[in-house]
Nanobody, 121 residues
């Protein structure tokens, strides 16, 4: 059983920045780590993922604005979000699983509790 605990989140104005952090209990580093989000009235969307070897993947709307990184020594994965837009408003979830290739909700094995990010115009 892997436990994921997010921190960060909150409210920011459009154009601002925010960093989300996720502490993982998994020390095996066997899983891909990712950030998903769910906007009001919409389904889950993978935002970014980072593989065991450090390679990263992003959805198109996050490229150039978001950066996913991890600290293996601390078992932490972070999502640095810059140039935030109102459409980035969502609950953001840390996720772990064999999902780096697919980036699909169905391939997530473990979820964090979620943290709200609100971007005002």
């Amino acid at each position: 059983q892997v436990q994921l605990r997010e921190s960060g989140g909150g409210s920011v104005q459009a154009g601002g920045s925010m960093t989300l952090s996720c502490a993982s209990s998994d020390t095996s580093r066997r899983y891909c780590l990712a950030w998903f989000r769910q906007a009001p009235g919409k389904g889950f969307e993978a935002v970014a993922a980072i593989m065991n070897d450090g390679r990263t993947k992003y959805i198109e709307s996050a490229k150039g604005r978001f950066t996913i990184s991890k600290d293996d020594a601390k078992n932490i994965v972070e999502l640095q979000m810059n140039k935030l837009k109102p459409e980035d408003t969502a609950v953001y979830y840390c996720a772990a699983g064999y999902l780096c290739l697919s980036m699909r909700y169905e391939d997530v094995g473990y979820w964090g509790q979620g943290t709200q990010v609100t971007v005002s115009s």
